[in-house]
């Protein structure tokens, strides 16, 4: 929504003789073939960096993902509340739950789903672990769920 799409940067080394190809073509990091490894290695950190969703694509579209992430949640959450969840079914929900809570800046939630996919991967098939893994992602859903139902003071 008015947003401008960039592609990822493109890194690259060019040979001496290049003529600014790769820049014109939209690289938006060129090295030099004598490139040191330091340079290389910050290029590639900087590159690799989060990027921040709300300065990509504005904190209002961040506010609507939230909702359709809450929207969503509400849905699927009660498949948390159910006891005796297999090991790898909590791991690829609680996958899916962390990296959807980071890139929308839900830190409690990805925190809660970071743990569960911990214990399930390392845990076992003992089932009262797992339901204890399981619980802390669904009370953490449940409690987001609740504030966003709440009336906010600009509402009320």
């Keep these: 929504a008015g947003a401008a799409h960039r592609p990822p940067p493109l890194l690259a080394a060019i040979a001496a003789t290049d003529d600014g190809a790769l820049a014109a073509a939209g690289a938006a990091h060129v090295l030099a073939p004598d490139a040191a490894p330091d340079e290389i290695a910050a290029l590639v950190e900087r590159a690799a960096a989060p990027v921040d969703l709300g ?12 909702g359709l992430l809450l929207e969503g949640l509400r849905v699927h959450a ?3 509340a159910r006891p005796c969840m297999a090991a ?3 791991a690829q929900v609680a996958h899916r739950l962390k990296g959807s809570a980071l890139a929308l800046g839900l830190e409690a939630l990805a925190a809660a789903a970071e ?8 845990g076992g098939p003992n089932p009262e672990s ?3 893994a399981r619980q802390e992602p669904y009370t953490t859903i449940d ?14």
């Design 55 to 66: 300065d990509l694509l504005g904190s209002a579209k961040v506010d609507e993902l939230r």
């Design 78 to 80: 009660p498949a948390l």
């Design 115 to 122: 743990r569960a996919l911990h214990a399930a991967e390392s």
């Design 130 to 132: 797992l339901d204890a």
């Design 88 to 90: 790898d079914t909590l």
């Design 143 to 156: 409690g987001l769920l609740s504030a966003a139902a709440r009336p906010t003071a600009s509402q009320g």
